[in-house]
């Protein structure tokens, strides 16, 4: 008895919500969806007048630890800029891809995007962005010229650099203290040497070589295509030299496999005091804090590696407008406005990080920090001296990303399986030409 | 359904302790709590990290289990971070339908497929399980475009509709429905039953540990359903948990401590209905036999 009640109710129950849904929702849900990003744009270019403009902006992972700060310059556009709204939205990392992709197939992309520079240029090799050099000219040489770059496809940069992050070194005094040594590497020559012995004695890893073989190389002086993106410069005695090195640094057991092959995380392994020291950008330092203190209280900072090209590199947050927004002269200005040297200052201030323009860079804040005790703020004083040295090595092509990962997965094949460097970039050689004649 | 495992216990005392017996049911247990440790390890350590004060290693050799300065402010944080209230409700709202329309349309649509006899029926059910073979990443730009033309975009209904069919769920009742003798049903008819008491007063509840299966595993798929809700819900104060505890994951550096704090909050709807609904889950797992 008791049994045919209850799924009766239970089923009762469902029918009489489904109901209440389908006619709660009709009503109520189109009430949410007014003016809302997912409208159609001709609806919101309608009941727009010439002084009413709303554009949206889509961010990557910066709510809600720089919800004041976005909403200030927010505020402040607005005020500027008489019944103009900006609506702005935040999407994890991972998903930015798949979100613009889906909202460009059905038409109602933002107005102002924030971009990797490799989504960037997949995108702009599509055809989907305005081009910046036309559309911000006035304001282009504000902007550190290598840096400005990073939206180059071969013809026209088709964005605006916002944030940047050179590297600095992150190192664990303990761990070179043992094997032996008080000062830190300085070059990737260097490094090895480090490695050799930290190796020995400790059994950490030194030098870390991870899969982003296509951001190395060009610090070697090895650039991956040619400056106008049309051929591939990769297969040269000199490349050959450094993957015969880097081979038998791992016929050696100096490369960790894991990270070469991306399965393990560099903060994690250098938390575990299985890494001695590790390049990156110094806001990414303090992960090492929150996952082990205590190591992170005996690490130290120094200016990044460099090979034997005086290049550094720079890793590129930019915003790109699309073509088919409703008001893309708004939207290039909110783009221009947001990274003008005033706001770019204060989201560094705030956030760790290292402006794109050059008045910014040379405010007071990045010239201090060189004697803090924490590695974060001191290997941001470090960073901030190479953004001259700073270029973004982002292949300028669409395909990109592809190429990257070509070179990524052809380096791992020699390392792993024991190939012949010379054959294998021989064979990179061709594979890339042809994706760049795509 | 009376007492659970009632069957085992006489028998275990029943049977003598022999050596052997003991040796054999040492071993079983042995691997048994081997697997066992294998799933719950990761969550065990979930939770260690969730307590975790601002001194204690998360990466320490050897592991650190026990928080020496532990601490609920993880949770409190993520409280205070995210409007969890929000989140919840919106994924309490998106799951009741998420879990209630499938089940109800599976129930209806399965009824005559195993049940009533009509021309095309067998081709209609290979039709209905073979868009089980398409991927859903195949499906989400039509789903989405389709979404989009109905208005339905930033809409409750939007995250619900797509889901509010699913073959695996018409597939798995269909069994069960098969499963009951013919001979129940037409005694109800000689009683004088139609077609929906039938279904609905003999049928279903026959077929309850299926329901309760099939409720499971809808929870837990609508529960941890991430980027559809994405997609459709631009509206933040209209995103589900598991969408809003992203924006634990700093763009520089992530917290991995409220992350763990986030996901256990995230976790405890699913262990309680997990537990609510197993004893039907097992049941169905072992139901070969219908008690009279």
């Given at each position: 008895?008791?049994?045919?009640?209850?799924?009766?109710?239970?089923?009762?129950?469902?029918?009489?919500?489904?109901?209440?849904?389908?006619?709660?929702?009709?009503?109520?849900?189109?009430?949410?969806?007014?003016?809302?990003?997912?409208?159609?744009?001709?609806?919101?270019?309608?009941?727009?007048?010439?002084?009413?403009?709303?554009?949206?902006?889509m961010?990557?992972?910066?709510?809600?630890?720089?919800?004041?700060?976005?909403?200030?310059?927010?505020?402040?556009?607005?005020?500027?800029?008489?019944?103009?709204?900006?609506?702005?939205?935040?999407?994890?990392?991972?998903?930015i891809e798949q979100l613009v992709m889906?909202s460009a197939s059905?038409?109602?992309l933002p107005?102002v995007i924030n971009l990797n520079t490799l989504f960037l240029k997949k995108l702009a090799g599509l055809g989907a962005l305005v081009n910046m050099?036309?559309?911000?000219?006035?304001?282009?040489?504000?902007?550190?010229?290598?840096?400005?770059?990073s939206g180059d496809i071969?013809?026209?940069n088709f964005a605006?650099?916002?944030?940047?992050?050179?590297?600095?070194?992150?190192?664990?005094?303990?761990?070179?203290?043992?094997?032996?040594?008080?000062?830190?590497?300085?070059?990737?020559?260097?490094?090895?040497?480090?490695?050799?012995?930290?190796?020995?004695?400790?059994?950490?890893?030194?030098?870390?070589?991870?899969?982003?073989?296509?951001?190395?190389?060009?610090?070697?002086?090895?650039?991956?295509?040619?400056?106008?993106?049309?051929?591939?410069?990769?297969?040269?005695?000199?490349?050959?030299?450094?993957?015969?090195?880097?081979?038998?640094?791992?016929?050696?057991?100096?490369?960790?496999?894991?990270?070469?092959?991306?399965?393990?995380?560099?903060?994690?392994?250098?938390?575990?005091?299985?890494?001695?020291?590790?390049?990156?950008?110094?806001?990414?330092?303090?992960?090492?804090?929150?996952?082990?203190?205590?190591?992170?209280?005996?690490?130290?900072?120094?200016?990044?590696?460099?090979?034997?090209?005086?290049?550094?590199?720079?890793?590129?947050?930019n915003l790109a407008v699309p073509k088919q927004s409703?008001?893309?002269?708004?939207?290039?200005?909110?783009?221009?406005?947001?990274?003008?040297?005033?706001?770019?200052?204060?989201?560094?201030?705030?956030?760790?990080?290292?402006?794109?323009?050059?008045?910014?860079?040379?405010?007071?804040?990045?010239?201090?920090?060189?004697?803090?005790?924490?590695?974060?703020?001191?290997?941001?004083?470090?960073?901030?001296?190479?953004?001259?040295?700073?270029?973004?090595?982002t292949?300028?092509h669409e395909n990109a990303g592809?190429?990257?990962?070509?070179?990524?997965?052809?380096?791992?094949?020699?390392?792993?399986?024991?190939?012949?460097?010379?054959?294998?970039?021989?064979?990179?050689?061709?594979?890339?030409?042809?994706?760049?004649?795509? | 359904?009376?007492?659970?495992?009632?069957?085992?216990?006489?028998?275990?005392?029943?049977?003598?302790?022999?050596?052997?017996?003991?040796?054999?049911?040492?071993?079983?247990?042995?691997?048994?709590?081997?697997?066992?440790?294998?799933?719950?390890?990761?969550?065990?350590?979930?939770?260690?990290?969730?307590?975790?004060?601002?001194?204690?290693?998360?990466?320490?050799?050897?592991?650190?289990?026990?928080?020496?300065?532990?601490?609920?402010?993880?949770?409190?944080?993520?409280?205070?971070?995210?409007?969890?209230?929000?989140?919840?409700?919106?994924?309490?709202?998106?799951?009741?339908?998420?879990?209630?329309?499938?089940?109800?349309?599976?129930?209806?649509?399965?009824?005559?497929?195993?049940?009533?006899?009509?021309?095309?029926?067998?081709?209609?059910?290979?039709?209905?399980?073979?868009?089980?073979?398409?991927?859903?990443?195949?499906?989400?730009?039509?789903?989405?475009?389709?979404?989009?033309?109905?208005?339905?975009?930033?809409?409750?209904?939007?995250?619900?509709?797509?889901?509010?069919?699913?073959?695996?769920?018409?597939?798995?009742?269909?069994?069960?429905?098969?499963?009951?003798?013919?001979?129940?049903?037409?005694?109800?008819?000689?009683?004088?039953?139609?077609?929906?008491?039938?279904?609905?007063?003999?049928?279903?509840?026959?077929?309850?540990?299926?329901?309760?299966?099939?409720?499971?595993?809808?929870?837990?798929?609508?529960?941890?359903?991430?980027?559809?809700?994405?997609?459709?819900?631009?509206?933040?104060?209209?995103?589900?948990?598991?969408?809003?505890?992203?924006?634990?994951?700093?763009?520089?550096?992530?917290?991995?401590?409220?992350?763990?704090?986030?996901?256990?909050?995230?976790?405890?709807?699913?262990?309680?209905?997990?537990?609510?609904?197993?004893?039907?889950?097992?049941?169905?797992?072992?139901?070969?036999?219908?008690?009279?």
């Open positions: 008895m008791t049994r045919k009640s209850n799924v009766q109710n239970i089923m009762g129950f469902a029918l009489l919500m489904f109901i209440m849904f389908l006619t709660g929702c009709s009503s109520g849900g189109s009430g949410t969806s007014d003016g809302a990003a997912g409208e159609p744009t001709e609806d919101a270019a309608q009941g727009e007048t010439q002084e009413e403009r709303t554009i949206e902006f961010t990557i992972s910066l709510s809600p630890t720089f919800d004041e700060y976005i909403n200030g310059v927010i505020d402040a556009f607005e005020a500027e800029n008489e019944g103009v709204t900006v609506e702005w939205k935040d999407a994890p990392y991972d998903q889906t059905s038409g109602d107005d050099d036309e559309a911000a000219a006035d304001v282009k040489d504000d902007y550190f010229e290598g840096i400005w770059q071969g013809d026209g605006i650099p916002w944030y940047v992050s050179t590297s600095g070194l992150l190192y664990n005094e303990k761990l070179l203290q043992e094997a032996g040594f008080d000062t830190p590497p300085s070059t990737f020559e260097e490094a090895w040497e480090y490695s050799e012995v930290i190796y020995e004695k400790t059994g950490a890893y030194g030098m870390v070589i991870a899969p982003n073989l296509h951001t190395q190389m060009p610090l070697h002086g090895i650039p991956i295509v040619s400056e106008d993106g049309t051929e591939a410069t990769i297969n040269t005695p000199e490349a050959v030299e450094l993957w015969t090195t880097l081979k038998e640094k791992y016929d050696q057991g100096l490369v960790h496999k894991g990270i070469l092959l991306d399965q393990a995380k560099v903060p994690e392994l250098y938390a575990q005091e299985k890494v001695a020291f590790w390049t990156t950008g110094p806001q990414l330092f303090r992960q090492v804090n929150d996952l082990a203190p205590e190591v992170y209280e005996n690490s130290n900072s120094a200016p990044a590696l460099v090979g034997e090209a005086e290049v550094q590199n720079a890793s590129i947050m409703e008001h893309v002269d708004l939207a290039v200005d909110f783009a221009a406005f947001i990274t003008n040297s005033e706001h770019q200052l204060a989201f560094s201030e705030e956030a760790n990080i290292l402006p794109s323009v050059k008045e910014a860079a040379e405010a007071e804040h990045f010239t201090q920090g060189e004697d803090s005790d924490d590695p974060a703020v001191k290997g941001n004083f470090f960073a901030a001296q190479q953004l001259e040295l700073a270029q973004d090595f292949i300028p592809e190429i990257a990962e070509v070179v990524n997965k052809t380096f791992q094949g020699v390392l792993i399986n024991d190939g012949d460097p010379k054959q294998a970039l021989a064979d990179l050689e061709t594979q890339i030409n042809s994706l760049l004649q795509e | 359904m009376g007492q659970p495992s009632t069957e085992v216990k006489p028998y275990l005392k029943k049977e003598k302790w022999s050596k052997r017996k003991i040796t054999r049911l040492g071993v079983i247990y042995f691997f048994l709590l081997l697997l066992a440790s294998f799933t719950i390890i990761p969550f065990l350590w979930t939770i260690s990290i969730s307590l975790k004060g601002d001194g204690d290693p998360i990466f320490s050799m050897p592991p650190q289990f026990i928080p020496e300065h532990w601490t609920l402010n993880n949770f409190i944080e993520v409280w205070n971070t995210v409007p969890i209230p929000t989140y919840l409700r919106n994924s309490v709202l998106l799951t009741i339908f998420g879990v209630s329309l499938p089940l109800i349309t599976s129930a209806l649509a399965a009824f005559p497929l195993a049940r009533m006899k009509f021309k095309g029926r067998q081709f209609l059910f290979i039709l209905i399980i073979s868009t089980m073979m398409i991927p859903s990443e195949v499906t989400m730009i039509p789903m989405y475009l389709v979404i989009n033309e109905l208005n339905l975009m930033g809409t409750f209904a939007g995250v619900i509709v797509p889901g509010a069919l699913s073959p695996f769920g018409i597939f798995l009742l269909r069994q069960a429905f098969l499963n009951i003798p013919k001979e129940i049903e037409e005694s109800a008819i000689i009683d004088g039953a139609n077609v929906w008491q039938i279904f609905w007063r003999i049928l279903l509840p026959m077929v309850k540990p299926m329901l309760g299966t099939l409720c499971i595993l809808f929870f837990i798929s609508e529960w941890n359903s991430f980027l559809w809700p994405l997609l459709i819900l631009q509206d933040e104060s209209m995103h589900p948990l598991t969408v809003g505890l992203y924006k634990l994951q700093g763009t520089f550096v992530t917290n991995t401590r409220l992350i763990a704090a986030g996901a256990m909050i995230a976790l405890i709807p699913v262990i309680a209905v997990f537990i609510a609904l197993q004893r039907s889950f097992i049941d169905a797992a072992f139901s070969s036999s219908i008690k009279g």
